[in-house]
């Protein structure tokens, strides 16, 4: 499979509040390059978050802003594209909110959720939380809520998918997004 892993991390409960992106990039089911970025949300960060991934203002008080990181990568968002994230919905609603916040373009590719994937071709999982599906299946996950490793386990999750099941089963979970 060729797809693009996404993951974000946010500053807050708001959507359009990005403080860091990673993108795992996999060709022919084999990771062939990552990014990594840091992201000044131009926001206030919650304390929840924080707690969450151990990001704070003092970090992001150098980083690229959404629009400045846009710019490098939104060629990787194509209407042919496959983006995948372990719930996608998030980071997919993520990335829409961020472009309408900075009053960007729309961008049209194809999504698929490695939750719903694990539900239907792995059942009997405690629960389908990233660090469970990644223990579950032996996938290493050293530093869960950092974006780069949950990148990485998120398409080392659908690579197992492809290797054990095929592709076949997995088409009927890509979704447009529009």
Known sequence: MNFVAM???????????ACSLALTIVKQDKIVDEFY?????QTEFNWRNIQVHGIHEQDVKDAPTFPELWEHIH?????????????APFDNSVLRKSLEFYDLPAVKYFTLDTVRTSRQL???FSNYKLNTVCSELDIDLEHHHNALDDAQACAN???YQSQHFGATPLKQ???PIR
Do not use: W
């Open 7 to 17: 993951d974000f991390e946010t500053a807050s409960a708001k959507r359009a509040s």
């Open 37 to 41: 970025s840091l992201i000044n949300p």
């Open 75 to 87: 060629a990787l968002f194509s209407p042919d594209q496959l983006v995948v994230a372990h719930n």
């Open 122 to 124: 792995l059942p009997g």
């Open 157 to 159: 999750i659908l690579i």
């Open 173 to 175: 979970f890509i979704k």
